[in-house]
């Protein structure tokens, strides 16, 4: 048995390619108190959120504090800005859940220039149908993507794919602001 507060849990160093904006990441669970789950509290300072990605193994995400947003990416490829049909979902009330399935690309965080918190909750291992062998969960970030689209690029051509995609991204975040300020 092991118990935790998700408030004072331990603070992971956060890879800053996997999120715009300030974040902080409690780590609740993973390889140290877990054989199965990991389980995050995070908390997305001034309109933060991840870069685009997706997990091997489902992910949900229960709203902690503030408002914020998930943006599922319904094409193949975030690499082409073919981004254009994107699923928000809100997460407005303390207590939102929201389940995201294995290998979508999505992002999650703030909603626009707020603070927001969410705990995120994925299994560390799969069977792998392919192999039909259990392994661990692999995530692929924005830059993955990018690195395996375009092979190794200059630092400064990476920096703008990913700020293309960043624009695409904030207009979704915007507009979806815009929609339920007029409802």
């Excluded at 849990?9 to 800053?16: A, E, L, N």
């Excluded at 993507?145 to 624009?167: C, F, M, N, W």
């Amino acid at each position: 048995m092991f118990k935790q507060n998700i408030h004072n849990s331990q603070v992971k160093k956060v890879d800053p390619s996997y999120f715009r904006g300030e974040v902080i990441l409690h780590q609740v669970l993973g390889d140290e108190n877990s054989k199965e789950l990991e389980i995050y509290h995070v908390y997305f300072k001034n309109g933060a959120t991840t870069t685009v990605h997706y997990h091997e193994t489902d992910q949900v995400l229960i709203a902690t504090k503030g408002r914020g947003i998930v943006g599922i990416i319904n094409s193949n490829s975030i690499a082409d800005f073919d981004i254009e049909d994107i699923e928000t979902v809100p997460l407005n009330k303390e207590g939102d859940v929201v389940q995201i399935p294995a290998f979508k690309m999505h992002f999650h965080g703030a909603a626009s220039k707020e603070d927001f918190s969410h705990i995120a909750i994925r299994q560390m291992y799969f069977l792998d149908n392919s192999t039909n062998e259990i392994r661990r969960a692999e995530n692929k970030w924005e830059s993955d993507i990018i690195l395996e689209k375009y092979g190794t690029l200059d630092p400064s051509s990476r920096h703008e794919i990913a700020d293309k995609i960043e624009r695409v991204l904030q207009n979704v975040i915007t507009n979806n602001e815009e929609t339920k300020a007029s409802i």
